[in-house]
C-alpha cells in the first residue's frame, strides 16, 4: 500500500488539516507517530512534536533520545513534557496505585492521563490540530472491544477527526484541541513497512507497561484477522456512526478541578487522579 497516497486521501477526504494549520503531532517515538510526523512534514505542513516523557526507565530514556534527534534531522521542533515535572510521579506508579485502589487497568489508565496533558499541551503552544498516530488495528480493537463490553454506543465519535459536523463533540473554542488520525485507514503492517523502508531509527517494542490488559489481549487474537478484514470491520461501523449518534447528544462543561473540557462536573483525568 502507498501509505503517503492514503493519508493524502484521508486528510482531504475528512478535511483533517489545511496548510495554514499549525500542526502538533503527539510524538510516542514508536513506527506510527514518526511516520505521520515525517508524511505530515514531506507534504508541507507546519509541524512540530509533542512527547510525553512517561519515565518508564531506559525504554523512555531511548525514545526521547531517538525522538530528539529525529526532529532535529527533519527540522522540526519538539516538546518534551515531563510526566514527573508535572504530577511528581511516572506512570508506573500512578498504574500502581490506581490499579490497587479502582482496579483501573493499565491501557484506560494511560490513555486518560495521555489525552489530557496533549489537549493542555496542544493548546499551550497555540496548535490548530493535535495529530495522533492512531491505525487501522487501533480502530478496529476499538470497534470490537466495545462490541463485546456490550458498549457499541462508545464508538459513536469514532472517526479520523474529533468535531466533524454532526458528531456534536466540539472542536477549539470549547477547551478541546481538535485531534485527527491521518493513520484511520492505513494497516499496522504498512506502516511497520513504511518505517522499515524508510530506515527510522526507533524502537519497535511493545510499551513495556502494557501487559494483561483487555486491549493486549484483543491485539492477539485479532492478529489472526487479514488487513482486509480490519478494513471491512472500521469501515463497516464507520456506515452505522449517524444512527449510533442520534440521541447520544452531550453537553461540555468545564471541570471543576483543572478547568479542562469535561462532559461531567469533574473530568475523567481528575477523577482517577484524584485519589492518588
Ligand atoms: P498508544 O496509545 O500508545 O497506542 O498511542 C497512540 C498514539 O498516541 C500514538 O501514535 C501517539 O500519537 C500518541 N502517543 C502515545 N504515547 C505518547 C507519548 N508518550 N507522548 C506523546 N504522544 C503519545
Ligand atoms: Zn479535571
Not at 510526523?37 to 512540530?48: A, F, T, W
Request: with cysteine.
Amino acid at each position: 500500500m502507498d501509505i503517503e497516497k492514503k493519508v493524502v486521501e484521508t486528510i482531504n477526504r475528512y478535511k483533517l488539516l489545511k496548510k495554514t494549520d499549525k500542526v502538533v503531532v503527539a510524538l510516542s517515538g514508536g513506527k506510527d507517530s514518526v511516520s505521520v510526523l515525517y508524511i505530515l512534514k514531506k507534504l508541507g505542513y507546519d509541524v512540530s512534536g509533542l512527547m510525553i516523557d512517561l519515565k518508564l526507565g531506559r525504554w523512555s530514556e531511548i525514545h526521547n533520545e531517538n525522538m530528539l534527534k529525529f526532529c532535529e534531522e527533519l527540522g522540526v521542533p519538539l516538546t518534551i513534557v515531563d510526566l514527573k515535572e508535572e504530577f511528581g510521579q511516572g506512570i508506573c506508579f500512578i498504574k500502581a496505585v490506581l490499579k490497587k485502589q479502582k482496579n483501573l487497568t493499565g491501557c484506560t489508565v494511560c490513555g486518560i492521563i495521555k489525552r489530557w496533558i496533549l489537549n493542555k499541551w496542544a493548546k499551550k503552544l497555540g496548535s490548530d490540530k493535535l495529530v495522533t498516530g492512531h491505525n487501522l488495528d487501533d480502530e478496529a480493537q476499538n470497534v470490537l472491544m466495545n462490541f463485546l463490553k456490550g458498549n457499541i454506543c462508545l464508538g459513536a465519535r469514532s472517526s479520523p477527526a474529533t468535531g466533524v459536523s454532526g458528531d456534536r463533540q466540539p472542536v477549539a473554542g470549547n477547551g478541546f484541541c481538535q485531534r485527527v488520525k491521518p493513520l484511520f485507514f492505513v494497516a499496522e503492517n504498512d506502516i511497520r513497512a513504511y518505517a522499515k523502508s524508510k530506515k527510522f531509527d526507533i524502537l519497535y517494542d511493545k510499551c513495556p507497561c502494557a501487559f494483561g490488559t483487555y486491549r493486549v489481549e484483543t491485539r492477539e487474537w485479532m492478529s489472526h484477522i487479514s488487513d482486509k478484514e480490519k478494513l471491512a470491520i472500521v469501515e463497516n461501523f464507520q456506515k452505522l456512526i449517524p444512527g449510533l449518534r442520534k440521541g447520544n447528544v452531550f453537553e461540555i462543561k468545564k471541570c471543576r478541578e483543572c478547568g479542562e473540557p469535561s462532559r461531567s462536573e469533574l473530568c475523567n483525568f481528575c477523577k482517577i487522579m484524584g485519589s492518588l
